[in-house]
């Protein structure tokens, strides 16, 4: 039967592991089946959240996904990457080949543009100084927690002309109970490989943080209206979560 009305979904979880298995039997029982017709894996299948809310208590009890063992499943991620990810956004070092990474957004934004000189395209880039990760700091800091102000943005409004546009879009920041928190939402996200490895390297930021603010190690909230599996990961996805003989429809 086709479905009249979207189907937002809820998931409370306890730390990061938790989070990721639940989403993974959520979305093999809940998610929307289509062929992508433009974008990344353009002409695949995908299975998809209609929009999904995430909150997870305690995201450093257990920051990486555990594989059961005698589970013949590779691991999504690890801390030597998750560690490595974290440098990735914490600093704007980024490589010829792209457009922008999320650590540049975040501590070293540039607008970027093409521009014709003397019948040449070339690729110009202006700093903007604004290391959002520093300012969201020294506003806690210098002024209290009593805001709404302390949002830190990814997304560009240019972003839609890239072939590749950023899939973390916000991360916008409270605190609240003596406790840093974070805010998240996706435009879109894999939930095999870059959940896992998207939240971990986030927590570690919010740690650095709440640490240089002083004060405790909250929550993470993730929104998302593209939380989604490729059909290349279904069968390891039903595997992890015990759901082998769940045909998908």
């Known amino acids: 039967m086709e479905r009249e009305f979207l189907q937002p979904a809820f998931i409370d979880a306890f730390d ?40 997870v208590k ?5 920051i990486i996904p555990i594989i059961p063992e005698g589970m013949n499943i590779p691991a999504p991620t690890d801390m030597e990457y998750i560690n490595n990810y974290l440098s990735y956004l ?24 093409k521009e ?16 959002q990760i520093e300012e969201v700091i020294k506003m806690y800091k210098e002024k209290g927690c009593g805001t709404n102000q302390a949002i830190m943005e990814i997304g560009m409004p240019s ?24 805010i ?15 939240l971990g390297g986030l927590q570690l930021v919010k740690q650095y943080m709440a640490q240089d603010i002083g004060v ?19 069968e390891l996805a039903k595997l992890r979560t015990n759901k082998n003989n769940l045909e998908i429809k």
């Open 16 to 55: 990061l592991d938790d989070a990721w298995f639940q989403c993974l039997s959520r979305i093999l029982e809940d998610g929307y089946v289509y062929t992508i017709t433009n974008g990344s894996y353009k002409g695949q299948k995908r299975l998809e959240f209609d929009f999904v809310t995430i909150r």
């Open 58 to 62: 305690n995201p450093a009890h257990q």
């Open 90 to 113: 914490l600093t704007g070092a980024k490589t010829k080949s792209e457009d922008y990474t999320y650590g540049e957004r975040l501590v070293e934004p540039k607008i970027r543009f």
């Open 116 to 131: 014709n000189t003397k019948g040449k395209e070339m690729i110009k880039e202006i700093p903007l100084h604004c290391n």
């Open 159 to 182: 972003d839609i002309q890239l072939e590749d546009p950023p899939c973390l879009r916000l991360i916008d920041t409270r605190i609240r109970y003596g406790k840093l928190h974070f």
């Open 184 to 198: 998240l939402y996706f435009r879109s996200w894999d939930l095999w490989g870059g959940f896992p490895s998207n």
């Open 216 to 234: 405790g190690d909250g929550e993470i909230i993730a929104v998302s209206k593209g939380l989604h599996l490729y059909d290349y990961s279904w």
